[in-house]
C-alpha cells in the first residue's frame, strides 16, 4: 500500500501531521542542493567511448547499469551525498550507496553520461574507480587502505616525535633549546596539516558546499585553531602551544576511521559465495606437464581433473562412465545423483565418487553459479528498514550535537571561550555517531553470512524483519514435504532379465528426470547397453531407442486406482515388457517441525498439484489440519489462493512455484534450479529439509535481538558521552580516545552475539 504523501514526511516517512517533514532536522537533511557546474575538461571523458562502456556495463538483469567504488566513503554523511548523485547530475536517474562496501550503483538516463557521473563524485570529494562484472572489490580495498595506511604512518611518526621534544619542555626546559623544540615541533606538524589531514578538509569543503553536516568541519576547524594558536604563541613567544595535542588528537581520529574501515571491508563485503571454492586448485590436463590453477582460473575448453570431495569450478562435461555428484546447492536435496559420460555438471556441485576427468564448458561468470554470485552481489544493495532507520537517525543526532554544541559554546563563552570551545570540540568528537550507523549493517552483514554458512542464502536483509511479522506458512508437497527424490520399490514382474535392465539403463543414461536418477541408483552395479541407436528424450512423453532393430520405449504408466502409485511402463515394439513403481516418502523430521511452527502461533498450509486424496493424507502424516491441504491446484491456483492471505511465507520450488513465491511476503525455494528460484524467492535452502526454516527463524529472532542491543549501547554511548563532554570530565583528546573504543565496543557486540 502506497504511504500517503500528506501525512508522512518526505525524508523519513514518519508522521508528519500533515506538513512535508516531521521534523526541522529531516528538511535539512532533504535540503535539494541542484545539479553541479562541471569543468569543461572531463578527466574521465573516455568513460563515454564503447569500449569503456561496454566493458563496465552490468549485465541486463541487474537494476542498475555501473558500479562505482568511491575511495573517501567513511561515514552515513558521505552516503546521504553520495545518493544525492541524480540532485547533482540529472543524467542519472537512480544512486544507491552501499556503506559496506563504500560503491555506489547507479542507474543512467537513456542520454546519461558515465563520465560526468564520475566526474560527479570526483567533484564530491571521492575517488571514483568503475568496476566490470569481473572486477574484484578487494583489490580497490586494497588500494584504499595503502593510502589511509600512509596518512596514519605519517600522522604517528610526526605526533610521536612532536611529543619527544615536548616532554623536555613540560619538564621545566625553557630559553633558547625550548624555541628550537617548539620550532621542530612546528616543522613535524606541517606534514600531518599538509598530507594526513587532507581527508578532513575535502569533507569540510563538502560540508559547506553542499549544505550537509559532518563531523570533519568541526575537526578541520579545531585543527586549525590549534595550529594558528600554536603558531601564532610560538611567533610571539608568550601562552601554550598545542602542537603535540593536536597531532596526537588527529593520529586517534586517523585510527578510528581506519578500524572502522577495515571492519567494514572484512564484515560488510557482499555475500558472495567465492568462499565456496575457497583455497581449491584443480589439475590442468590441457598442458605436458599438467598445472595446477586456482578456481577463477578455468577457462572453456580446459580439461580438469577432479578429485573426491571437490567442488567443481564451473559447467562441465563428464568425461568418464560415471560419477556420484552432491547437487544440494541447485536442488536442496541431500541424496546424491549419479550421471554418467556426456552428461552436464554444474559448477558448485561436489564429486563424492572417486576421480574424474571433465571439460569445462563455460567460464565461471557465465556458469549457472556464477549468475547466483552476480544476483546475491546485486540485492546487497537493497537497504533494510532497519539500516534505512538508523541511518536517519544519525544524520539526526548529528544535527542535534552540533546544535547542542554550538549553543553550549555560545553561551560558556561568556565564561571561558577555550574551555567552550574544548567541550564543544569533545561532544562533537565523543558524540559522533559514526558507530551508530555502523552497527545495523554489520550485524545485518553477519546474520547473512552465518546465514550462508547453515546452508541458507538470503537475498536481501528485509527478509528477517519480514519473516517474524509472518503468520501463515504455505508448503508445496512435492519435494518439501516428501523428499522429492523417487526411489524403486516395485517391478512387474519382480525379476527383470538383466539385458533388459541394460536396455532400460541406455534409454535413461540421457534424461535429467527424477525416474531417471531412480534408476541409476537402483542398480548401482548394472552397466549399460551400448549398442542402442536413436535414443532421444521426448518431453513430457519419455525416452525411446533401437537396440537390435527393436524399438524400446519408456512411458508413463496411466493407471486407473485413485490411490495408485508412480509408474513407468517399458515397451517392446509398443508391446509391454515390464513395468517399474516408484514412490516419494514424507521426509522424517517433518511432522515435529510443523508442530513446531504452530507452536509459534502460525498456520500451517499444504499446497499441491498432486491428487487431492494424496494432499489430505500427506497433510494428516504432517499434522497439518485437513482443511488447511489443498490438491489438485495449479501455479496460478496457488497464486490465487495466496492473495486471499496476508503476512504469508509460500515454501516450494523454485521453477514450479515462482508465482507464489512471488507474491508471498517472504518466499522460500527448496527445490529447482537455485539461479531461477533467486530470481522469485528471497531465501533458497541449499541443505535439504525444512529444518534450515527453524534455524532461519531462531537466527531472524537473534538478529533482532542484537539491532536492538547494538541500537541502545549506541545511544547510552552517545548519551553518557555527550554528557561527560559537556560537564569537563572528557576533553578532545579522551574523546578521539574513546572513539575507536565505542566502535570496538559495537563490533564486539555484535560479533559476540553472531558467533
Not at 566490470?132 to 580497490?140: A, E, L, P, R
Not at 534424461?511 to 549398442?531: E, G, Q, Y
Amino acid at each position: 500500500m502506497e504511504l500517503d504523501r500528506e501525512t508522512t514526511c518526505k525524508y523519513c516517512l514518519s508522521p508528519s501531521n500533515g506538513s512535508q517533514y516531521c521534523c526541522e532536522a529531516c528538511s535539512i537533511l532533504d535540503t535539494q542542493v541542484g545539479p553541479l557546474t562541471l569543468a569543461a575538461k572531463n578527466p574521465f571523458a573516455h568513460l563515454d567511448q564503447c569500449e569503456f562502456t561496454n566493458l563496465y556495463k552490468q549485465n541486463a538483469d541487474k537494476d542498475y547499469d555501473y558500479l562505482i567504488f568511491c575511495e573517501g566513503m567513511h561515514c552515513s554523511s558521505c552516503v546521504h551525498l553520495v545518493e544525492k548523485l541524480p540532485e547533482f547530475y540529472p543524467g542519472v536517474i537512480e544512486a544507491r550507496a552501499n556503506f559496506g562496501q563504500s560503491t555506489v550503483a547507479i542507474r543512467l538516463s537513456p542520454n546519461g553520461s558515465l563520465a560526468k557521473a564520475a566526474q560527479c563524485i570526483s567533484e564530491l570529494g571521492y575517488v571514483p574507480k568503475i568496476l566490470s562484472v569481473q572486477d574484484n572489490i578487494q583489490d580497490k580495498y586494497t588500494q584504499e587502505n595503502r593510502t589511509f595506511l600512509k596518512r596514519i604512518a605519517v600522522a604517528g611518526f610526526c605526533a610521536g616525535n612532536i611529543m619527544l621534544f615536548t616532554i623536555p619542555i613540560y619538564a621545566g626546559l625553557s630559553g633558547t633549546w625550548e624555541k628550537v623544540f617548539n620550532s621542530i615541533g612546528l616543522l613535524l606538524f606541517l606534514p600531518i596539516l599538509l598530507f594526513s589531514a587532507q581527508p578532513f578538509y575535502q569533507g569540510s569543503l563538502n560540508a559547506l558546499k553542499f549544505r550537509t553536516i559532518n563531523v570533519d568541519l568541526p575537526i578541520t576547524i579545531a585543527m586549525l585553531t590549534g595550529f594558528l594558536l600554536s603558531t601564532w604563541n610560538f611567533a610571539h613567544g608568550q601562552g601554550d602551544i598545542y602542537f603535540d595535542s593536536t597531532a596526537s588528537f588527529l593520529f586517534l581520529i586517523l585510527s578510528a576511521r581506519y578500524l572502522l574501515k577495515r571492519v567494514q571491508q572484512n564484515y560488510l563485503a557482499p555475500a558472495r559465495m567465492q568462499t565456496y571454492f575457497q583455497d581449491q586448485t584443480y589439475e590442468c590436463l590441457n598442458t605436458e606437464p599438467s598445472l595446477l590453477i586456482p578456481w577463477n582460473h578455468v577457462r572453456p575448453g580446459d580439461i580438469l581433473k577432479i578429485k573426491q570431495g571437490q567442488t567443481l569450478p564451473t559447467d562441465s562435461k563428464l568425461l568418464k562412465s560415471s560419477a556420484t555428484i552432491d547437487t544440494s546447492l541447485f536442488n536442496g536435496e541431500s541424496l546424491p545423483q549419479v550421471y554418467t559420460e556426456g552428461m552436464t555438471l554444474l559448477g558448485g556441485t561436489r564429486l563424492l565418487s572417486e576421480v574424474v576427468s571433465v571439460q569445462a564448458t563455460t567460464s565461471f561468470e557465465s556458469s549457472q553459479i556464477g549468475k547466483l554470485f552476480q544476483d546475491l552481489d546485486q540485492r546487497s544493495f537493497q537497504k533494510s528498514s532497519f539500516v534505512g532507520l538508523t541511518e536517519r537517525l544519525a544524520q539526526k543526532l548529528i544535527i542535534l550535537v552540533f546544535a547542542l554544541a554550538g549553543i553550549f559554546a555560545l553561551i560558556y563563552s561568556f565564561v571561558n571561550p577555550m574551555e567552550a570551545l574544548q567541550r564543544a570540540l569533545a561532544l562533537i568528537v565523543v558524540a559522533c555517531p559514526c558507530a551508530l550507523a555502523f552497527g545495523s549493517p554489520l550485524t545485518l552483514g553477519l546474520a547473512i553470512k552465518k546465514a550462508q554458512r547453515m546452508g541458507i542464502l538470503i537475498k536481501n536483509a528485509n527478509s528477517f524483519e519480514q519473516l517474524l511479522n509472518i503468520k501463515n506458512i504455505f508448503f508445496d508437497k512435492t519435494g518439501t514435504l516428501t523428499e522429492g527424490s523417487l526411489s524403486l520399490t516395485k517391478t512387474v514382474p519382480e525379476m527383470i532379465p538383466h539385458s533388459l535392465m541394460e536396455i532400460i539403463l541406455a534409454l535413461e543414461a540421457v534424461s535429467h528426470h527424477p525416474v531417471a536418477f531412480a534408476i541409476r541408483k537402483s542398480w548401482p552395479d548394472v552397466n549399460a547397453a551400448t549398442h542402442g541407436t536413436g535414443i532421444e528424450e521426448v518431453l513430457g512423453q519419455g525416452v525411446r531407442g533401437y537396440f537390435d532393430g527393436n524399438l524400446y520405449e519408456i512411458m508413463a504408466v496411466n493407471l486407473t486406482e485413485e490411490t495408485g502409485p508412480i509408474g513407468v511402463e517399458i515397451l517392446k515394439n509398443h508391446q509391454s515388457v515390464c513395468r517399474l513403481f516408484f514412490s516419494d516418502r514424507l521426509r522424517a523430521d517433518i511432522p515435529s517441525i510443523i508442530v513446531n511452527l504452530q507452536k509459534r502461533g502460525l498456520e500451517t498450509f499444504l499446497v499441491s498439484g498432486d491428487r487431492n486424496f494424496r494432499a489430505h493424507d500427506t497433510a494428516l502424516e504432517c499434522n497439518i489440519p485437513r482443511a488447511n491441504a489443498f490438491g489438485e491446484l495449479s501455479p496460478q491456483g496457488k497464486f490465487d489462493l495466496l492473495k486471499n492471505y496476508t503476512q504469508s511465507c509460500m515454501i516450494g520450488d523454485g521453477a514450479n512455484d515462482t508465482l507464489s513465491l512471488q507474491h508471498a511476503d517472504v518466499g522460500i525455494a527448496v527445490k529447482g534450479s537455485v539461479d531461477l528460484s533467486l530470481q522469485y524467492a528471497d531465501i533458497y535452502f541449499t541443505r535439504g529439509g525444512l529444518q534450515p526454516l527453524l534455524d532461519l527463524f531462531s537466527l531472524a529472532e537473534q538478529t533482532r535481538r542484537i539491532l536492538i542491543r547494538t541500537l541502545t549501547v549506541s545511544l547510552l554511548y552517545n548519551l553518557i558521552g555527550g554528557s561527560a563532554a559537556l560537564l569537563g570530565f572528557i576533553d578532545p583528546m579522551m574523546a578521539a580516545i574513546l572513539m575507536p573504543i565505542s566502535s570496538a565496543l559495537i563490533v564486539l557486540t555484535s560479533l559476540w552475539g553472531m558467533k
